[in-house]
Nanobody, 119 residues
Framework: VQLVELGGGLVQAGGSLNLSCDVS????????TGWHRRAPGKEREFVAA????????YYADSVRTRFATSRNIAGKALYLHMNNLKPEDTAVYYC?????????????WGQGTQVTVSS
């Protein structure tokens, strides 16, 4: 299983970026998926999640009105659309998928992509 984030970069405050996460080796269409981030000197934190049914989304309070997560029907990519970016959004962003079976759960992570928001 491999998750690869794309779309990070440098953007001015107030701008937008779209992150994607290409998935291979597993179909995420029925898995819980999400995004986390780690800012310099801080712990990794939750950003957004999509339920395994795809019917519910969850967001950190700090991004709730500005970010949106989705995934494609084929189950091979997930997305994070980020609007009105702020300098405090600067972090490495990681995509995540969780597979739950009868005997165990498995967490899959991407390698991360840097997002830098300049003031």
């Amino acid at each position: 299983v491999q998750l690869v984030e794309l779309g990070g970069g440098l953007v001015q405050a107030g701008g937008s970026l779209n992150l994607s996460c290409d998935v291979s080796g597993i179909n995420i269409s029925t898995l819980a998926t999400g995004w986390h981030r780690r800012a310099p000197g801080k712990e990794r934190e939750f950003v957004a999640a999509l339920s395994w049914t795809g019917g519910s989304t969850y967001y950190a309070d700090s991004v709730r009105t500005r970010f949106a997560t989705s995934r494609n029907i084929a189950g091979k990519a997930l997305y994070l659309h980020m609007n009105n970016l702020k300098p405090e959004d600067t972090a490495v962003y990681y995509c995540h998928a969780r597979e739950i079976t009868v005997v165990a759960s498995y967490d899959y992570w991407g390698q991360g992509t840097q997002v830098t928001v300049s003031s």
